[in-house]
């Protein structure tokens, strides 16, 4: 299995698939800087290659040089996007996801109409540079893993019913039934209207509130790719305290101005200390103390049926390998068994016989070990699939390989009250 990081670069093009015409570029080393930037003739031939397939009703994916993986995605016959990774372990699952997050993100900024009807294509490549901050950091590290698994990133708060009660009685009182809590992109509580979001805007807006420039308050025009594609919604975002942040979607009302400083001190200045007890959840996940066995380095649980995920790399944060590797380890191993060994996360409702026998044969669990050659190094990483969840676990070269299964049980039991 590859280590996919950042030791490599990403390519991100976005041309109008009439015409051809780039609309952007991106890279993971230096956004769209001229040293970073493709040649124009590598971006006509890569465009140039898959029209040349579709006019011949040839569709093409992806394709694979020693060092390159290369995706291509057309979205309402409009757009054209096209990821170009040398990224050790880049997989095809991962980019094709990364590429529906980026339509996704364009979307929420300027609204399908503008993209699937491009009028003035200097006007829309200037609307699309809203986007440019939240499309980055999707090509960056982030700690945040949504993107791929498309599951909402979530930290599970130590006085949950405590939030939960205070968010719907903020909600009735701001007059929007789309309202969460976040701290650092990641859901800590959310109303029921905002649960029954769609994709990928449940992923989408949280990200988005998370990677924007800290503010004590935002009114911010959002179209929902999903619910909303062509009329926008408005995100208004409150500060509670540094990085734990109110999200509220509403149509013309509430005015920002109703929000007052009063009304927010009436419902969460009773809550300072568990929202205080919120903001380490950012990185950590989990509440201080919940007891996880010493050997665990990191873990991703998946609710498949809610569509939320937590995800954390904190436990014994003083062992090798860094968060950072950690973190590339399980996303590399998510696209593994993803890919090759678990079934899709949603399956259609109108199942063939020979679908169901399939899901019938699928693996429970699967785990791999690396470092082997060399008594107590490497790392191991096991994944462990009962009803809606599934669990991952990155492990420390001291675990046993016959426990792993056994530990994976043990934790994901441990964990299921909680997601």
């Excluded at 294509?121 to 945040?144: H, N, T």
């Excluded at 599970?156 to 968010?167: C, H, M, R």
């Excluded at 944060?317 to 380890?329: A, F, N, T, V, Y």
């Excluded at 063939?352 to 082997?372: H, W």
Aim: aromatic letters at 6%.
């Amino acid at each position: 299995m590859g280590e996919e990081g950042t030791e490599g670069t990403v390519h991100l093009l976005c041309l109008a698939a009439s015409s051809g015409v780039p609309l952007f570029c991106r890279s993971n080393r230096g956004g769209a800087s001229a040293r970073q930037q493709l040649p124009f003739s590598v971006i006509g031939s890569l465009n140039g290659v898959h029209m040349f397939g579709q006019n011949l009703g040839v569709q093409l994916n992806s394709a694979r040089t020693q060092d390159t993986t290369v995706v291509w995605k057309s979205f309402h016959d409009s757009i054209t996007l096209i990821v170009l990774s040398s990224v050790e372990g880049s997989s095809e699952l991962r980019l094709e996801r990364l590429l529906q997050m980026v339509f996704g993100a364009m979307v929420l900024f300027v609204g399908l109409e503008e993209l699937t009807n491009i009028r003035n294509v200097e006007r829309l490549k200037k609307e699309l540079r809203a986007s440019y901050r939240l499309i980055d950091s999707f090509l960056g590290d982030s700690e945040l893993i949504g993107d791929l698994t498309q599951c909402v990133d979530c930290v599970v708060p130590p006085e949950g019913s405590l939030l939960q009660e205070a968010l719907s009685g903020f909600a009735e009182a701001a007059g929007t039934a789309f309202v969460s809590l976040t701290v650092s992109g990641r859901v800590v509580a959310a109303t029921e209207s905002w649960w029954r979001l769609g994709m990928p805007e449940a992923v989408l807006v949280p990200w988005l509130a998370g990677s924007l420039p800290p503010q004590a308050a935002r009114d911010y025009p959002v179209y929902l790719p999903h619910g909303s594609p062509t009329v926008p919604h408005r995100l208004l975002t409150l500060t509670l305290l540094p990085g734990l942040e109110l999200c509220l979607l509403c149509g013309p009302r509430p005015p920002l101005s109703q929000l007052d400083p009063q009304l927010l001190e009436r419902w969460w200045q009773p809550l300072l200390d568990p929202l205080r007890a919120c903001l380490p959840l950012g990185p950590r996940g989990l509440p201080a103390g919940f007891p996880l066995h010493s050997d665990i380095l990191g873990l991703l649980l998946l609710h498949l049926e809610l569509k939320r995920c937590l995800f954390t790399v904190q436990p014994s944060g003083d062992k090798e390998p860094s968060p950072e590797q950690r973190r590339r380890l399980l996303r590399s191993f998510y696209t593994l068994v993803t890919a090759t060994h678990f079934p899709p996360e949603q399956g259609p409702p109108e199942e063939k016989v020979e679908d169901a026998a399939y899901r019938a044969q699928v693996p429970r669990a699967c785990y791999l070990v690396s470092g082997t050659e060399k008594p107590g190094t490497g790392w191991r990483l096991v994944a462990l699939q009962l009803g809606p969840r599934r669990l991952l676990l990155l492990l420390s070269a001291q675990s046993p390989t016959h426990g792993l299964r056994g530990l994976a049980t043990h934790t994901l039991h441990a964990l299921t009250p909680l997601l």
